[in-house]
């Protein structure tokens, strides 16, 4: 993560935090909007499979985006949703942990496991700014028809290509490209696959 912004920065934090820049989380806006996410997968959470149509419309609310046919089964946890845009036809099934303080691009017909982690926030290796709370974000981008397995983990920054199969408990710290299989911590590429 880069240094801290210089504090003559007239940006508020928000607005840094946006840009994918060094911010503290510190703002009411931020504080407001977190709330907001907080509440809306509070009661996205306890609902019943039998509630089709309320949770449709508590992820249309939530999410940026969300696709014609996905299904997100609860529990679902993320930092804020506003940032979270998900294509056609996809599948996460219960845990699903999509912080976005940075954007999460999911395409369509991804299948995604239990207990997945989708993982945008960075924070400063150095001691000092990590004590002083300045962190950032980086987008993860998930290309179409990618199966990500159970209880794996993507990290910051990272884009995977479409149809890509990433193994249960998987830690995801770079690119994959189109068309692997891709298992193991940190995730290695195995096997090639006909697209």
Same mark, same amino acid.
């Given at each position: 993560?880069?240094?801290?912004?210089?504090? @003559?920065? &007239?940006?508020?934090?928000?607005?840094?935090?946006?840009?994918?820049?060094?911010?503290? %989380?510190?703002d009411p806006e931020l504080a407001e909007e977190s709330s907001r996410a907080l509440d809306l997968t509070e009661v996205y959470n306890a609902t019943s499979v039998r509630q089709g149509a309320l949770r449709r419309r508590l992820l249309e609310e939530l999410l940026g985006a969300v696709g014609e046919g996905t299904e997100l089964r609860p529990p679902l946890y993320v930092d804020y949703g506003s940032n979270i845009r998900i294509g056609a036809r996809c599948f996460a099934?219960?845990?699903? +942990?999509?912080?976005?303080?940075?954007a999460i691009t999911i395409g369509d017909d991804v299948q995604i496991g239990p207990s997945v982690q989708?993982?945008?926030?960075?924070? &400063?290796?150095?001691?000092?700014?990590?004590?002083?709370?300045?962190e950032a974000a980086e987008p993860i981008t998930i290309g179409d028809n990618v199966w990500l397995g159970g209880g794996a983990i993507v990290l910051p920054g990272v884009t995977i290509g479409e149809n890509?199969?990433?193994?249960?408990?998987? +830690?995801?710290?770079?690119?994959?490209?189109?068309?692997? +299989?891709?298992? @193991?911590?940190? %995730?290695?590429?195995?096997?090639?696959?006909?697209?």
């Open positions: 993560m880069a240094a801290p912004p210089d504090p @003559g920065d &007239p940006r508020t934090m928000r607005e840094r935090m946006l840009a994918g820049d060094p911010y503290i %989380a510190d099934n219960f845990g699903l +942990v999509a912080l976005d303080v940075g989708l993982l945008t926030p960075t924070h &400063p290796v150095e001691p000092r700014p990590r004590r002083d709370k300045w890509t199969v990433v193994g249960a408990g998987a +830690v995801v710290t770079r690119d994959l490209p189109a068309n692997v +299989v891709a298992v @193991g911590n940190p %995730a290695r590429v195995v096997r090639t696959l006909q697209p």
